[in-house]
């Protein structure tokens, strides 16, 4: 089966444009996308215990650990896959502790790296902006870029929008020195596995009826 392992800085643009892919059809019913952060935000209602030790990790703009959080990722991944899914990673290995343990838990499998590009600025401007649904998990703006229908209120499931904690500047900064300590040496140790397919994306162009083209990543999942 295929693994696709998407990376990239904080609001590098990964929900978005693999929930613009899911629209179009190309992210169809073969393939599901298992969003890391959003699987251990979801622990404070599955595992409330678990939450406690994942919210001071994730509050303080760090890393949750390797053990918690290859558990709950494999275990999706087997889940999925004895459904027939080929699985797309959002978030996930972000080090190389995590890549190696995919790689070794998952031999018999393609794995496909597709690595997000954005400049530090933008994340700091993007992440000023961004609102979150704690409900459904989905993303808005408060600019013109994504803005809800009505304003503080989700498209989806109607959830009173909010800012995640782990947006706040200091925070996005700590996030950032993160993935260049811990997120890039991944991506680079990956790039020299012989079975890793990789991709380096351009930002996609924003059509005027504000669908987005991004034929790069179209292809990639269409291989
Ligand atoms: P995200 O929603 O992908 O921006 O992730 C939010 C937070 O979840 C991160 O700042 C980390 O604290 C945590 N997190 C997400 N993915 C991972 C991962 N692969 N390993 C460890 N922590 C993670």
């Known amino acids: 089966m295929n693994i696709f392992v998407c ?7 990964k929900g978005t444009r693999l929930e613009a892919l899911k629209k179009k059809g190309v992210l169809n019913d073969r393939f599901v996308t298992i969003s890391v952060g959003q699987v251990l935000r979801n622990a404070e209602k599955d595992n409330p215990e678990l939450y406690e030790k994942i919210k001071e990790s994730m509050e303080a703009g760090k890393l949750v650990s390797n053990k918690i ?8 991944i087997n889940s999925y896959q004895k459904m027939g899914k080929d699985v797309v ?13 995919l790689l070794e838990n998952f031999k018999d499998d393609k794995i496909r ?3 997000f ?5 933008e994340v ?10 704690p409900v459904c998990g989905s993303t808005y703006t408060d600019n013109d870029l994504k803005p809800p229908k009505v304003e503080g209120v989700c498209d989806k499931c ?18 950032l020195l993160s993935y260049k300590k811990e997120t890039k040496p991944a991506i680079d140790w990956l790039l020299k596995q012989p079975n890793v397919v990789s991709l380096f994306l351009p930002q ?15 292809y990639f999942f269409n291989l």
Do not use: W
């Not at 996609?204 to 179209?218: F, M, N, Q, S």
């Open 117 to 121: 590009n954005i400049t530090d600025d």
């Open 69 to 76: 959080v290859c558990e709950l990722v494999f275990h999706k």
């Open 7 to 13: 990376l990239g800085k904080v609001a590098a643009g």
């Open 89 to 101: 990673l959002d978030g996930f290995p972000r080090n190389k502790k995590q890549a190696k343990a």
């Open 158 to 175: 109607s959830g009173v929008l909010t800012r995640r904690d782990d947006d706040k500047q200091k925070v996005v900064e700590d996030r």
């Open 204 to 218: 996609p162009v924003t059509l005027a009826d504000g669908t987005l083209k991004d034929p790069e990543l179209e």
């Open 113 to 115: 790296m597709i690595v």
């Open 124 to 133: 700091i401007e993007r992440t000023s902006h961004r609102l979150y649904c």
